[in-house]
């Protein structure tokens, strides 16, 4: 089934997709076993991610004349434009009625599913029963749908089509940067632990941009630092020039970041993804993109790692200028709220602490408390940890005032140099 060649990666995905497909290429296999074929199949997930190349891919593969709808028409136009498309179909059987992006059908939310579009939908299918006509369709949100219309013996299957792995996305960026002119060879897992957690479209995109980038700078081909510069871009913003208004506070920004990076780099070595100081609405600040792995909320070590991170700017800024870091309100309140879920969700700290439903005012005292003692703790981790790296901290610091931003091999570097020298 060479068609499915074009899905880079999602090899869960695509044996679903090859197995419905030998069932509609080859229906008297599965005759002969008294077993009936399916009617219907939904690929849902987030915009960007594939689901309309792999409904694509599987009418391709199975050679039977399609038949698309999309939301183009005004409602009542649009009703009597489903019913003749199904109709056309049951016509011209063996065939597919494709819904491209069913959950923009209906101006509707999860409260109220039952709109005119969906029963149309839903009526056509039924009458198409024993009739060889499959449905595929794609949506952004399931749940937009009536669970009437996504019940077995309309859509047998539904498949969540997710964001890439981490590999998968190494290999997507290899594909993209295929045909495009490139210096040396490209380290595309470096780029993929810059992107990871965003869609294949993305991907396509800041792959464009870096050719971009390229092209505005003169160069004939695409370099590495015209990558990374086009992910930072994407991530952040565009970093601000080297000569700016703002280089009387910058050096506090890229200490604070500094600080975010040594914390990461100390707990888990290789964590960090990429530092940067820039603008963002016309104001400084910065950002630091760590890697947290699938079993991130499985370990109260690993979380609590992640609140010691939130807290590592604040650290470097106290500690090395002793002054309180008005900067890091935004990483004051996310740490507080992750201290408060492990104690609301999971009891991490003890029973006395955990509040539900009727909790007494007694309770909810000593939760408030422990809120404050877990954070202060987590906080002194955090000092620590930039106490007993003040030369890393720096030569980081200074790396970031240089050039803006670092990405993780480039941390790796400037801490060999620095382990080797001491």
């Not at 309180?324 to 492990?342: H, T």
């Not at 480039?410 to 140099?417: D, G, L, N, V």
Request: with cysteine; proline share 2%; hydrophobic share 35%.
């Amino acid at each position: 089934m060479r068609a499915f060649d074009q899905i880079i990666g999602y090899e869960n995905i695509k044996e679903e997709l090859r197995w419905y497909c030998d069932i509609l290429k080859y229906p008297k296999k599965y005759k002969a076993l008294g077993v009936s074929g399916p009617s219907g199949l939904l690929l849902y997930g987030e915009p960007g991610v594939g689901k309309s190349l792999m409904a694509k891919c599987f009418i391709t593969e199975s050679g039977r004349k399609t038949y698309t709808i999309r939301k183009n028409l005004p409602n009542g136009d649009f009703i009597k434009e489903i019913k003749s498309i199904f109709d056309e179909a049951t016509a011209n059987t063996p065939s597919i009625v494709f819904l491209d992006d069913v959950d923009k059908f209906a101006n509707c939310d999860y409260n109220h599913t039952d709109a005119e579009e969906y029963v149309t939908i839903q009526a056509c299918m039924d009458e198409c029963k024993g009739k060889d006509v499959f449905v595929i369709a794609t949506a952004n949100d399931e749940n937009y749908l009536p669970e009437s219309l996504r019940r077995k013996g309309r859509f047998d299957k539904e498949l969540e089509v997710d964001i890439p792995t981490l590999k998968e996305a190494e290999e997507i960026i290899r594909f993209y940067l295929k045909d495009k002119k490139v210096v040396g060879q490209v380290d595309c897992l470096e780029i993929a632990n810059l992107l990871e957690g965003y869609s294949c479209a993305t991907l396509e995109s800041v792959i464009n941009e870096a050719g971009i980038i390229a092209g505005y700078e003169g160069r004939k081909k695409i370099q590495r630092e015209d990558i990374v510069q086009s992910c930072i871009r994407f991530l952040f913003g565009n970093p601000f020039p080297k000569e700016s208004r703002f280089d009387d506070i910058a050096g506090r920004v890229a200490l604070h970041e500094a600080g975010h990076v040594v914390v990461a780099e100390m707990l888990e070595r290789n964590s960090v993804v990429a530092s940067c100081i820039g603008l963002e609405s016309g104001r400084i600040g910065g950002f630091t993109k760590t890697r947290r792995g699938n079993n991130y909320f499985f370990f109260k070590e690993k979380v609590e790692n992640q609140i010691i991170f939130t807290l590592g700017g604040k650290a470097a800024v106290e500690i090395m200028e002793g002054v309180q870091d008005i900067g890091s309100s935004k990483d004051i309140n996310f740490a507080y709220s992750e201290v408060k879920d492990l104690i609301d969700n999971y009891a991490m700290y003890g029973f006395d602490s955990y509040e539900y439903a009727d909790t007494s005012n007694e309770t909810k005292s000593i939760k408030d408390r422990r809120i404050s003692m877990e954070l202060e703790r987590l906080y002194q981790k955090a000092k620590q940890i930039i106490a007993e790296n003040r030369v890393l901290l720096g030569a980081i610091q200074v790396a970031l005032m240089k050039n803006r931003f670092i990405t993780g091999k480039e941390i790796a570097k400037i801490r060999k140099s620095i382990e080797e020298g001491a």
